[in-house]
T-cell receptor
Framework: NAGVTQTPKFRILKIGQSMTLQCTQDMNHNYMYWYRQDPGMGLKLIYYSVGAGITDKGEVPNGYNVSRSTTEDFPLRLELAAPSQTSVYFC???????????FGDGTRLSIL | QKEVEQNSGPLSVPEGAIASLNCTYSDRGSQSFFWYRQYSGKSPELIMSIYSNGDKEDGRFTAQLNKASQYVSLLIRDSQPSDSATYLCAVKEGTSYGKLTFGQGTILTVHP
């Protein structure tokens, strides 16, 4: 019963490097989301998707990109890592409009 | 900018007491409301969802919703040390894509 799986769990990047955070769900959910959570703060929406091939910006999209080629996968791309992107990143999915979101375990990213 | 505000913490209660967590929201069109619990270093997990005015009870947890006053609350009866966590209020905006806006969280500590 995997649910929402995120990889990697931890990563340290140097300024200017790029990387992709992976997110996969096996619940056949159409809606998927990427959030970041800074220490002592709530979750801020980066990008979301309502189905394969459809993505849109959230509250804090600058410095990130996403794609959704399949229902299962929703990767988040950082092109030029900056210290301000040090955070914990959570991927989430949900089934229907009024259903709750289910979260992955998170990726802890440090940029030095 | 749609906002969700939670009562400032941290909140400390003795074991066995009632913990009361409050949340107000700005979007009058909001239809769905969720409470998540987040242990330190872990991902948010859903504990309650509420969609209609009034109370909803699930075990030791009671969610209360008042759409006219734009607030939602969570009561935890017979608080246990294992309830010590950050509680996040989340509000789904009244659009078809249903993005969630999270509050900043309230840290609850239940001391023996």
């Amino acid at each position: 019963n995997a649910g929402v799986t995120q990889t990697p769990k931890f990563r340290i990047l140097k300024i200017g490097q790029s990387m992709t955070l992976q997110c996969t769900q096996d619940m056949n959910h159409n809606y998927m989301y990427w959030y970041r959570q800074d220490p002592g703060m709530g979750l801020k929406l980066i990008y979301y998707s309502v189905g394969a091939g459809i993505t849109d910006k959230g509250e804090v999209p600058n410095g990130y990109n996403v794609s959704r080629s399949t229902t299962e996968d929703f990767p988040l791309r950082l092109e030029l890592a900056a210290p301000s992107q040090t955070s914990v990143y959570f991927c989430a999915s949900r089934q229907g409009q009024d259903q709750p979101q289910h979260f992955g375990d998170g990726t802890r990213l440090s940029i030095l | 900018q749609k906002e969700v505000e939670q009562n400032s913490g941290p909140l400390s209660v003795p074991e066995g007491a009632i913990a009361s967590l409050n949340c107000t929201y700005s979007d009058r069109g909001s239809q769905s409301f969720f409470w998540y619990r987040q242990y330190s270093g872990k991902s948010p997990e859903l504990i309650m969802s509420i969609y209609s005015n009034g109370d909803k009870e699930d075990g030791r947890f009671t969610a209360q919703l008042n759409k006219a006053s734009q607030y939602v609350s969570l009561l935890i009866r017979d608080s246990q040390p294992s309830d010590s966590a950050t509680y996040l209020c989340a509000v789904k905006e009244g659009t078809s894509y249903g993005k969630l806006t999270f509050g900043q969280g309230t840290i609850l500590t239940v001391h023996p």
